[in-house]
């Protein structure tokens, strides 16, 4: 079966600085899969350049079996592939339930022009997003703060509102930034459920940027470790805590 | 079939300007004069509202694409006008509004030219660009004789009335508020908060941007278009940098992306600016220290009481 995203000697060059070197990984469908790595290691690089905000500057990635080269980032969703952001990166001045709604734009058959006319067909198709919009709200329970401005969430609900956002673009794959990154110990013990709980539910697979090593461990099935933009190991978490490599690089 | 509220909305204002406008003999001229140019200060702040306010960009070429469209309109209206020997009435009722399109439309022309390029740019960047585009605009019609040059361009039929400059204000309105008020319209919004999270929700935000910039620019080339047969009378300094400013205040002062206080301010600063004629060359000095005061005391805006829509039809 060939993978859902493939990076293949994956290269990306800043300058005179190898950001990224040479990365293979794969993603299969329905897969969670975690990609950890000491400060610096070139995570996030990873992620820009799989959501086509950086093009490498060698090797190639493949979503579904189709290049993405040169795509641009919304073309990217589009095809399948939503992230959240490592610094949320919310509408400020939308409604939880806009921030939600603006995502379901990618499934709209209407455009600018029905928006003027406001026939018939363009009033169904609003009721019915709304509709789902509700329905996605209400499955992580925050359908009673959706009026609210999404800046007044708690911290932890940010989090959430980012991964429903990203969920209502209907992604295959799921890129999720450091989602625990400020989260107290019950705070990430409900993450894991919830990012557990969305792989099944949505059926689609996670790729996760994380430093947390509980939460790492805890859910994902492989692991790929990176280190100054190398990949120096890639396993089940059993393997990677027993991995000497890793252990010197990053465990240890 | 039953209409949506907003449409019934946009009918009656048609109604209400056709009626007004039977009147307007009655009208004292100088009120009259003043109350069309509240109208078109409302269709130019609207319209700048949708760059500035709604999709967060910073246009300082307004008065530029003003003048695309008043230029344009009233060419039409005055080599076009006299050949074709028909009626003032029939010129008014029909060769009129077909010059306000054709000056929209080249306004929008011009909009996507300057925007196409430019809109990669961010904040004070795409400013400056604007900023240059007005200028430029503003010199290429001193110098082309065709359209009078430095001298102007005289003999303009005067057949802007308040029908024809509060039908457009309103279906200005109207656009602006209808292109927001769907899971499409979201979108500028969402561009306007963060464009890289929009990017990456799958929003198309450089069509985003220059659908602002085109819809925007066309509007501003229509209520050039009613300035031009209004005032019978165009020149080229009269859109130069402090016009755009004039707009781009308006809307500050509104409140970037509130639909109902930026209307309000346009008359505000449409009245305002008659009454502090008599102090001339000082009206200037006075703006400014307005904006200076507003800044320090109401970044949000004057007119922010109305709460934004959450999930408004």
């Not at chain 2, 008020?181 to 464009?195: C, I, K, M, P, Q």
């Not at chain 2, 703006?287 to 999930?311: A, E």
Request: glycine share 10%.
């Amino acid at each position: 079966m060939a993978s859902l995203l493939q990076l293949e000697n994956v290269t990306i060059r800043f300058g005179g600085l190898t950001a990224v070197s040479s990365v293979s990984a794969t993603v299969q469908e329905g897969e969670l899969v975690g990609l950890i790595g000491p400060n610096g290691a070139g995570k996030t690089t990873v992620f820009n350049m799989v959501t086509g905000v950086y093009q490498p500057t060698e090797g190639s990635i493949a979503f579904a079996g189709q290049p993405t080269a040169g795509l641009k980032p919304f073309e990217i969703t589009e095809r399948g592939i939503a992230r959240t952001f490592q610094n949320i990166r919310l509408f400020p001045s939308l409604s939880v339930f806009d921030n939600v709604r603006v995502a379901f734009h990618l499934h709209l058959k209407h455009d600018s022009v029905h928006s003027l006319t406001r026939g018939p067909k363009f009033h169904r198709e609003e009721i019915e997003l709304r509709e789902r919009t509700r329905e996605l709200l209400a499955i992580f329970n925050l359908e009673r703060v959706q009026d609210e401005p999404s800046k007044s969430l708690s911290y932890g609900d940010q989090r959430r509102l980012e991964i429903i956002r990203a969920l209502a673009t209907r992604p295959k794959l799921l890129l999720l930034d450091e989602p625990a990154a400020g989260m107290n110990p019950a705070e990430k013990l409900e993450l894991m459920k919830l990012i557990q709980f969305i792989r099944d539910k949505f059926q689609l697979a996670i790729l996760l940027v994380e430093h947390d090593m509980k939460v790492v461990m805890g859910i994902c099935q492989r692991i790929h470790v990176l280190e100054y933009g190398r990949k120096i190991a890639e396993g089940t978490p059993a393997e990677i805590r027993a991995n000497p490599a890793v252990i010197a690089a990053y465990l240890g | 079939m039953k209409l949506p509220k907003s449409q019934i909305f946009l009918l009656v204002a048609l109604l209400v300007a056709g009626g007004f406008s039977a009147f307007s003999g009655r009208i004292d001229p100088y009120i009259l004069d003043v109350t069309l140019g509240v109208g078109i200060a409302i269709t130019l702040a609207s319209s700048l509202n949708l760059i500035n306010g709604f999709t967060g960009q910073f246009s300082l070429g307004h008065a530029g694409f003003m003048a695309v469209g008043a230029y344009s309109s009233a060419m039409l209206t005055t080599t076009l006008g006299p050949k074709l020997g028909a009626s003032a009435g029939v010129l008014q009722w029909v060769l009129f509004p077909a010059s306000l399109l054709l000056g929209g439309l080249v306004a929008a022309l011009a909009g996507l030219a300057v925007g196409a390029p430019s809109l990669r740019l961010k904040g004070d960047y795409l400013a400056i660009v604007t900023l240059g585009f007005g200028e430029i605009i503003k010199v290429i019609l001193q110098n082309v004789d065709a359209v009078g040059g430095a001298r102007g361009l005289v003999g303009i039929p005067d057949y802007t009335n308040l029908f024809w400059t509060f039908g457009v204000a309103a279906v200005t309105v109207y656009v602006v508020w209808a292109l927001l008020n769907s899971t499409y319209g979201r979108g500028f919004l969402a561009v306007a908060d963060d464009e890289v999270a929009a990017e990456a929700m799958g929003l198309n935000t450089t069509r985003y941007k220059i659908t602002a910039f085109v819809v925007g620019s066309f509007f501003a080339g229509v209520a050039g278009g009613l300035y031009a047969h209004l005032k019978g009378y165009l020149n080229p300094g009269g859109f130069d940098f402090n016009k755009s400013i004039e707009i781009v205040v308006m809307v500050i002062l509104g409140g970037m992306g509130r639909h109902v206080g930026v209307i309000v301010a346009a008359v505000l600063l449409a009245v305002l600016n008659e009454t502090l004629r008599s102090f001339g060359d000082y009206r200037m000095i006075l703006y400014s220290l307005l904006l200076i005061l507003l800044m320090l005391t109401r970044p949000q805006g004057l007119f922010t009481w109305t709460p934004r829509k959450k999930s408004a039809a």
